[in-house]
């Protein structure tokens, strides 16, 4: 299963990696999405890097939360269907819900594979 599961966010992640260089500002979104690809394509090799899964865990909350007030906003004053919309200027809280909802798919697979590199057994002391 864990192989599964982490063959699975290699893919998904390399194509939202893939998707965001059309992105008016794709240097961050590129290099984030690209780590956690690399975190994905580890895990299907059964190597779980705790800083690597820890670092993009702690990295895509924080950013995930300096979105959160978009989120707020739509979800507080727009209809749920919005985020269907197209993006325009007049609703930035629409990229950013988008923004944002990407961001917690991915810290829930990084803290995934955080967990399990936790939860691997220790090397034996020579």
Not at 96 to 107: D, N, P
Request: glycine share 8%.
């Amino acid at each position: 299963m864990r192989r599964a599961f982490s063959l699975l966010v290699c893919l998904l992640f390399a194509l939202t990696t893939y998707l965001q260089l059309n992105d008016p500002d794709p240097a961050l979104w590129v290099a984030y999405y690209g780590g956690v690809t690399v975190l994905g394509g580890l895990g299907a090799a059964k190597r779980y890097p705790l800083w690597l899964a820890g670092g993009l865990t702690a990295a895509g909350a924080v950013w995930s939360l300096t979105l959160a007030p978009s989120v707020l906003t739509w979800l507080r004053g727009y209809p749920a269907s919005d985020i269907l919309y197209g993006m325009s200027p007049d609703r930035p809280y629409i990229e950013e819900s988008r923004e944002c909802l990407g961001l917690a798919i991915a810290v829930v697979a990084c803290a995934v594979h955080a967990w399990w590199a936790l939860r691997q057994p220790k090397p034996a002391a020579e």
